[in-house]
T-cell receptor, first 109, second 115 residues
């Protein structure tokens, strides 16, 4: 089964709004990563947050990590059409990187 | 620096055939991982190579195999293709093993269609 599970599975918002997606995982982690995938393409690494960090920023991205709840959230502020993509969280389990099913984000003009 | 390249980008095969996919990692990267992505199963880890040795393997049948060359380039092979092997196959590279350098850089993928 997947280590990370994203929620919601799909999200549609207007351009300029903020988008929040969540990830839950099952076992202890050293770090959690978020990746973006444009339709049918490879994944792009967005941000990594370590288990001893609670919040991290990168441009319009803000990631939080709550290890007690085994959950993370990715916030994209002031969304743009170019943010339309699928977003995946990834954690390491049993010596391999495990991805969730992803959140499909659509930004409407 | 050039990114991860994968060839071919698109491939159509028939059941029973075999296929070889190629991946060239970012220069200096020694670790290469392969993933299969399908709408139903999502992203599934296939295997990871480091310094020409397979370090980790996912839960795939023996029809799926791979190798890494001394220049870190990697190939994966799927024999006796089945319809369910239709997927986007993604290659990712990193400088070291994922314990040390967790960020992975992905190629654009090879879209395999099995008819």
């Amino acid at each position: 089964s997947q280590q990370g599970e994203e929620d919601p599975q799909a999200l549609s918002i207007q351009e300029g709004e903020n988008a929040t997606m969540n990830c839950s995982y099952k076992t202890s982690i050293n770090n959690l990563q978020w990746y973006r995938q444009n339709s049918g393409r490879g994944l792009v690494h967005l941000i990594l947050i370590r288990s001893n960090e609670r919040e991290k920023h990168s441009g319009r991205l803000r990631v939080t990590l709550d290890t007690s709840k085994k959950s993370s959230s990715l916030l994209i502020t002031a969304s743009r059409a170019a943010d339309t993509a699928s977003y995946f969280c990834a954690t390491r389990g049993a010596q391999k990187l495990v991805f969730g099913q992803g959140t499909r984000l659509t930004i409407n003009p | 620096k050039a990114g991860v390249t994968q060839t071919p980008r698109y491939l159509i095969k028939t059941r029973g055939q075999q296929v070889t996919l190629s991946c060239s990692p970012i220069s200096g990267h020694r670790s290469v991982s392969w993933y299969q992505q399908t709408p139903g199963q999502g992203l599934q880890f296939l295997f990871e190579y480091f310094s020409e040795t397979q370090r980790n393997k996912g839960n795939f049948p023996g029809r799926f195999s791979g190798r890494q060359f001394s220049n870190s380039r990697s190939e994966m092979n799927v024999s006796t293709l089945e319809l369910g092997d239709s997927a986007l196959y993604l290659c990712a590279s990193s400088y070291g093993l994922r314990d040390w350098t967790p960020e992975q850089f992905f190629g654009p993928g090879t879209r395999l269609t099995v008819l």
